[in-house]
């Protein structure tokens, strides 16, 4: 990047508590440029630790996907704002920001695909008119990024041209995800689970597609096992019912939206103690894909956001001040199966006091809201843990994805040191076997998952972890890198070398093959 580098304008559809979200904020912290961020809808946690990081986040206050008044806010934005470069992230994003970008007189437009599956698109079912609206609005745009080469293989099945896209991985900092012996005792004890208990570990957005439902079909079939399931969504209310109904509910845990770690935080240094309490967070992630709304009431005004937050209202705006907070609790049902009867539990940070075990609290944590006793049914603190130490507390993971476009939990998991089950992970797929030795894929039905567990289960689980290989070809400083590689093909007007026919984005100066990477003929 040269000192006259273009200023870059990141759009997305929302900044909730997703996966891409959380990625734009990690990659943020490593590309060489100088970015703003522009939040169609949604402008939730990651919003506010965008914020933390030092960077401009404006809110358009878009209602859902036929809201057209946001068009012309979005083009302003992007005039007023001299970018050279506009990056988009997911579907909605993507069709506006290059539609806008276009009309802003801004030709280098990169998108990135973060979520498309043989049958959905950020979890939603893929339609005729949604193909075609993309494919239409693709062609406005200069590059594509796919975060997997199966997401460019389904591009180019799409018609996507070959040559207008790059495959670069999402990325991850690993370190934040070590083991922490310190972490697993603290989180178990505030769990009230048994330090030599067999736990079962899955991160997700709960919808269908996540295939949670396997993972508590598991429990049940394997009685020696309790399972921890980090997340929240729709399908939530009825995975808890199937716990109770399968008689499960007292060994599966359900943790609610946890802060991936650090990079979540909404303010203080970097550093895995450093991360801030799980609070009450907005309804829905803020992907609204397809046919997805904003939760919001359209018409109304936009409503006020937190100190020094952008808005760009309008007629379009949205109230969303009065959406929903959803607390973060453990447990699903109460005795018998009968209503959730929700028990809060103390996370890592108060896991000795409140469950009288002596463990230690995890040092910096702050007191506040996220501390405080909550009315309701046996009110108490609020759950206070963030993914890496979920990762430290379990002895394996699974993710019973049926489809996915990378697997960045899996990723996450292998960072761990952690054994790993999974159905379909393109990030491993796309590996040589000998660098992710600790994953093992299981088969398209629930008995070969109950198979795999049994077999893990009956093993003791090692005294330490360390990560593959394969998870150095995920660190977020080489994604950046490729991304900035990327805009500077696109601001130079390059197109991809003749013996780089599918677009792959490789490092300039590498004359080797990256011996991660799986060789493809």
């Known amino acids: 990047m040269t000192a006259a580098a273009p200023r870059v304008l990141q759009v997305i559809t929302g900044l909730g508590t997703g996966g891409a979200e959380q990625q734009l904020r990690l990659l943020l912290r490593h590309l060489p440029y100088a970015c703003d961020v522009v939040t169609l809808t949604n402008p939730g946690p990651v919003a506010d630790g965008l914020r933390a990081d030092g960077v401009e986040v404006t809110d358009l206050g878009m209602c859902g996907n036929r809201d057209l008044a946001a068009l012309p806010r979005l083009v302003r934005l992007i005039r007023d704002g001299g970018y050279g470069l506009v990056h988009t992230h997911l579907y909605r994003a993507c069709v506006y920001g290059r539609i806008a970008a276009r009309l802003a ?8 695909e973060h979520s498309l599956g043989d049958r959905e698109i950020e979890g939603r079912p893929l339609t005729r008119g949604t193909r075609a609206l993309y494919r239409g609005t693709e062609r406005l745009g ?4 796919a975060v997997s080469d199966t997401v460019a293989a389904r591009l180019a099945d799409w018609g996507v041209p070959p040559e207008r896209t790059h495959t670069v991985p999402n990325g991850i900092d690993a370190r934040q995800f070590r083991f922490d012996p310190a972490a697993r005792s603290a989180v178990r004890s505030g769990l009230g689970v048994a330090p030599d208990a067999y736990l079962l570990g899955g991160v997700g957005r709960l919808v269908p597609g996540k295939g949670f439902d396997a993972l508590i079909r598991t429990a049940a079939a394997v ?3 309790t399972v921890v399931i980090a997340g929240e969504g729709p399908e939530g209310p009825a995975l808890k019912r199937l716990a109770a109904e399968l008689g499960v509910a007292d060994r599966v845990r359900f943790l609610g939206d946890c802060a991936p770690g650090p990079t979540a935080d909404t303010g203080g240094p970097a550093g895995r103690g450093s991360c801030g309490p799980v609070t009450d967070h907005t309804v829905g992630t803020g992907s609204a894909g397809p046919g997805g709304s904003a939760p919001a009431d359209p018409g109304a005004a936009v409503a006020a956001g937190p100190p020094g937050a952008a808005r760009v209202g309008g007629s379009g705006g949205c109230d969303r001040a009065a959406v929903a907070a959803v607390p973060v609790w453990a447990g699903a049902t109460g005795p018998g199966g009968t ?4 028990t809060p539990v103390a ?3 108060e896991a000795g006091a409140a469950a009288g075990a002596g463990a230690p609290a995890r040092p910096g944590a702050p007191a506040g809201p996220g501390a405080a006793a909550r009315s309701g049914p046996s009110a108490g603190p609020r759950l206070r843990i ?4 979920v990762l430290s507390a379990v002895d394996a993971f699974v993710s019973a994805s049926r489809e996915e476009a990378f697997g960045l939990a899996v990723v996450e998991a292998l960072a761990a040191g952690l054994p790993v089950l999974y159905r379909t992970c393109p990030a491993v797929q796309d590996l040589s076997p000998e660098l992710v030795p600790g994953a093992v894929r299981f088969g398209p039905d629930d008995a070969s998952l109950t198979a795999a567990v049994r077999e893990l289960a009956a093993r003791r689980p090692p005294r330490s972890r360390t990560a593959p290989g394969g998870v150095a070809h995920y660190d977020i400083r ?7 590689e990327v ?5 130079a007007g390059d197109r991809p070398h003749p013996s780089n026919p599918r677009g792959r984005t490789l490092p300039r100066q590498k004359t080797q093959p990256d011996p991660t990477e799986r060789v493809h003929r």
């Open 386 to 389: 963030t993914v890496p130490e």
């Open 142 to 145: 200069a590059a594509t990024v």
């Open 478 to 484: 080489r994604t950046a890198g490729l991304v900035a």
């Open 223 to 225: 009685p020696a096992v």
């Open 347 to 349: 996370g890592a940070a």
């Open 487 to 491: 805009y500077e093909r696109v601001l």
């Open 105 to 112: 007189g801004v030709r280098a437009v990169v998108a990135t």
């Open 339 to 342: 209503a959730a009867q929700e």
